[in-house]
Each structure stands twice: as C-alpha cells, then as structure tokens.
C-alpha cells in the first residue's frame, strides 16, 4: 500500500435498493525482485448482510472484481485471509496459501539490556519517519510491499487511527535500517522491522525495548523463516506464540509466469503489510 495508490476498486451486492454484500481491494505496488514495480490488489474487507449469507455472494463479487482489475492489466491480488473467509479464497478463487505466519514474542519480564546501559538506544525512538530512506541490498532479492520515505509517512507518521514509533539511528545520512512500533493493549507490536544486518536487528529491538521496559509485558514481531534475522529474534529471546497470520496470493499470469510468487521464501513480508495492524 502507499501514498499514490489511492484506488480502492470495489464489487457490491443489493437487494431492495439496499447493499447486502460488499467487497474491497486496496492498492499496493510489490517489488518483484527483479528491479521493477508492479500494481497489485490487497484484499482487505468483505462484508455480507446475516438474512444474505450462504448464498454464495462473496466469491461473485471476488471473481467480478478480479476480472474488473484484469483489464488494467493487474494479475496479482495478495492478502491475509482470516480463519472464517480461507477455504474460500483457496477452493474457490484460486488463491495460492503462501505461508503460515507465526508471531515471534518476547517477554520483558526480566529483560537485560543487550547493548549497554538501559537507556540505550533512546534518542532512536521518535514520531517522526525518517527523511530518507535506502532499501537495503537484501531486500532487492525478494517480493515485498514497496518502501520510501513517502511511503513510511503515509502507512505509519500520518495515521489516522494508531499511533506509532519510528526506531532508527538519527546521525544517519541514509537510514538503511529502521523499525517502527504501536502499543497493543499492554505489549508492543513491531509491526515494520527492516534492518540492514543482524546486529542491527539486536539495535532495534534493545532500542524498543529499553523504551517500553516497565511497562509493555511483551514485543511481538514477524519474521519469515528463510531469513538470516530470525535466528538474531531466537538468541535475543523471541520464540512462535499460538498466534498465526495466513498470507495468500492470486495471480493470472497475463504479464509472465507467477510461479515464485507462490513460494514463502520468496517473500519478506512484516506486520505493516497488513490492514489489520
């Protein structure tokens, strides 16, 4: 999602001049991994009447969206169904089940400082997006939700509803590595952790840390499995809670071959990619 993808196709259902079913794509611009931008839809609501259900009405309005968006050429929808609208998107709309996302935890009861002083890491917590933002080499080699500094203000600094923080090294010329963190009744959800190597990983996390210490009970955080970072999450304390997200793509395959998109290692993918955090 970002700031100039501001179209939000959608397909409705009435009855009696009344709408009795809705359903809504946001926009997001993926990088593919292969240096280029592409437009794709994210899934985001659905909402269908009670004296209307089990008519088959979402997947209708699904598969007349989807075509509607086929014909400005967008062949990606992406998104993280939840438990009840799964098996529709798979069995019916041909989406693709990527991953199975389990959140990381980490308890700060007893929690040490793993860079120095508790208060450490300080004056990197702010309001405020960074100025200027590079994606770092690593990122280049997979598909992700595409990130700017206009991007990072318009999903998180100019927030409507939540109110988040920004973590990231303030003397930085270039910032390569940030985080950014919203409070989630009495824990902290890290929901955008993007840092450039593994120490940086322990940076942002003491940096959250020591900021919410003695208040939050827990951070919580996602990081895929193929990825070098998780390893860092385990040895500073993290381990999978028994709470999973589901992640899903479908694509048509109009421009080239879709098959990489259905592959989780294929993927970075954090929290903020999602409507609901």
């Not at 600094?157 to 930085?172: G, I, L």
């Not at 902290?188 to 190597?197: A, F, K």
């Not at 048509?252 to 592959?263: A, L």
Request: hydrophobic share 35%; proline share 5%.
């Amino acid at each position: 999602m970002g700031p100039i993808e501001n179209l939000h196709p959608a397909a409705w259902a009435c009855s009696d001049t009344r709408i009795v079913a809705n359903y809504s794509l946001g926009m997001a611009s993926l990088r593919t991994g292969e240096g280029s931008l592409e437009k794709a839809g994210m899934s985001m609501s659905t909402m269908t009447h009670p004296n209307h259900r089990g008519q088959g009405l979402f997947p209708q309005l699904a598969k007349s969206l989807y075509s509607a968006i086929q014909h400005d050429g967008i062949d990606t929808v992406i998104g993280f169904p939840n438990d009840l609208s799964l098996r529709t998107f798979v069995d019916q709309l041909d989406w693709t089940l990527t991953s199975e996302i389990s959140t990381l935890t980490l308890s700060l009861s007893g929690w040490i400082p793993r860079t120095g002083s508790p208060s450490a890491g300080l004056d990197w917590v702010t309001d405020r997006a960074p100025k200027r933002f590079v994606r770092p080499d690593w990122l280049e080699e997979l598909i992700h939700v595409d990130r700017d500094a206009e991007s990072l203000r318009w999903r998180y600094q100019d927030s409507p509803t939540n109110k988040y923080k920004f973590v990231f090294n303030p003397d930085a010329s270039e910032v390569r590595s940030y985080a950014v963190f919203k409070w989630y009744g009495s824990s902290v959800d890290i929901v955008d952790l993007l840092p450039e190597s593994s120490e940086d990983v322990t940076l942002l996390i003491s940096a959250i840390a020591n900021s919410v210490q003695g208040v939050a009970s827990h951070l919580n955080v996602w990081m895929m499995p193929h990825l070098r970072f998780r390893t860092v999450l385990h040895r500073l304390g993290f381990a999978p809670s028994c709470s999973t997200s589901y992640f899903g793509v479908r694509t048509t395959g109009i421009n080239r071959s879709r098959s990489r998109y259905r592959r989780p290692d294929q993927w970075f993918l954090q929290m903020g990619d999602s409507d609901v955090f």
